[in-house]
């Protein structure tokens, strides 16, 4: 059964890792081996699943009654690295 919740943790879990990816190897291999190409290949992907993570934080913060704090939190977590990790733990996983 399709729910938001699902979605959200799945594109959490997708815009972390290409985030990760992103920052601890793309960009390092771009600077250190002056090869743009995994940049270029990550960015656009991890670009559209930050935008649909903090679209569907949107769409659910409601539902799960996040407080304005705690929804500032888990928007400012897709900026942070590991961050989208944290608010699947913290608040995501325990809700049914």
Same mark, same amino acid.
């Given at each position: 059964?399709? $729910?938001?919740?699902? @979605? &959200?943790? +799945?594109?959490?879990?997708?815009?972390?890792? $290409? #985030?990760? /990816?992103?920052? &601890?190897? =793309? @960009?390092? %291999?771009?600077?250190?081996?002056? !090869?743009?190409?995994?940049?270029?290949? /990550?960015?656009?992907?991890?670009?559209? /699943?930050?935008? =649909?993570? +903090?679209? %569907? =934080?949107? /769409?659910?913060?409601? !539902?799960?009654?996040?407080?304005?704090?705690?929804?500032?939190?888990?928007? %400012? =977590?897709?900026?942070?690295?590991?961050?989208?990790? #944290?608010? !699947?733990?913290?608040?995501?996983?325990?809700?049914?």
């Amino acid at each position: 059964m399709f $729910s938001f919740l699902n @979605t &959200f943790r +799945v594109v959490a879990l997708l815009e972390g890792v $290409s #985030y990760i /990816l992103l920052l &601890f190897i =793309a @960009t390092p %291999i771009k600077y250190l081996a002056n !090869d743009p190409q995994y940049v270029k290949l /990550l960015g656009m992907p991890h670009g559209l /699943l930050f935008v =649909a993570y +903090v679209a %569907i =934080a949107f /769409l659910i913060k409601n !539902d799960l009654n996040w407080t304005n704090k705690e929804f500032a939190i888990v928007l %400012i =977590a897709a900026i942070v690295p590991f961050g989208t990790f #944290y608010i !699947d733990k913290k608040y995501l996983k325990t809700v049914k």
